[in-house]
């Protein structure tokens, strides 16, 4: 591990934090991500070798620590008190990114595989009807293709193929708009009246679903989109 070579608790801190995909591990299993696999599918772009590479680093620094359940099961990973106390740290960072550098997605950022992951655990179990559901989010734009939430209030699944039980909520949408309401640059409101996002099902799932989702809370932008001092548009 690279070090800084200075005594300081900043220096330290990021010699552990900072280095490339270690917050987002950290972000992961801050949401309950606790398996090798699982970790993986929420990190599109890491191989496998550097996530080992990096949970082992974690480790060692005494943020995360690695459980073998009995009987042969796969090991889990969680995050020590210290690793729990960065909690903070993310959420600051989180919110300071949403202010000054979040915009709309990237046409490269678009990927539905991470969004439908992503909104698999945003759905708050207890708000689902009591009998399962199953949505087809059949996406459009930078990036197409059908994709399906098997939704029980035990569980709920992401499948990239047909899950063969009948669909109950068809959901038609840009992938881009969709990413935008996830992370309330656009209200669904807004996008279901622009035929942004469609809703095709029975009515008491179409009302429903706008209730089913935690949607993440992220802040307006920052007063840096607005016109500088000094600049022309403030002068007339």
């Known amino acids: 591990m690279r070090t800084y070579g200075q005594y300081c608790p900043i220096a330290r801190a990021v010699e552990i934090f900072a280095d490339r995909w270690t917050p987002l591990i950290i972000r992961e299993m801050l949401e309950g991500v606790c398996h090798f696999n699982e970790l993986e599918r929420g990190l599109p772009g890491i191989s496998r070798s550097l996530l080992a590479e990096r949970l082992r680093r974690l480790e060692r620094a005494g943020v995360v620590e690695r ?60 708000r689902l009807p009591s009998r399962r559901v199953v949505a087809q989010f059949d996406f459009h734009g930078r990036r197409d293709g059908s994709y399906w939430l098997v939704m029980e209030r035990a569980e709920v699944s992401v499948c990239l ?38 809703l095709d099902g029975p009515r008491s799932l179409v009302r429903g679903f706008p209730t089913w989702w935690e949607w993440y809370p992220v802040p307006p932008p920052a007063a840096r989109e607005a016109p500088m001092a000094g600049d022309s548009a403030t002068q007339a």
Do not use: K, N, S
Request: glycine share 10%; proline share 7%.
């Open 161 to 198: 193929h047909h899950p063969g039980f009948t669909i109950d909520l068809l959901v038609t949408a840009d992938i881009a708009a969709f990413y935008r309401v996830l992370f309330r640059r656009l209200t669904l409101a807004e996008a279901l009246r622009t035929g942004l996002i469609e």
């Open 67 to 126: 459980l073998a359940p009995p009987g042969g099961r796969a090991a889990e990973y969680h995050l020590t008190p210290a690793g729990q106390e960065l909690r903070g740290v993310l959420d600051a960072l989180g919110q300071w990114g949403g202010r000054w550098t979040f915009g709309d997605p990237e046409p490269e950022e678009l990927d539905p595989t991470l969004l439908m992951w992503w909104m698999r655990r945003r759905i708050q179990r207890d």
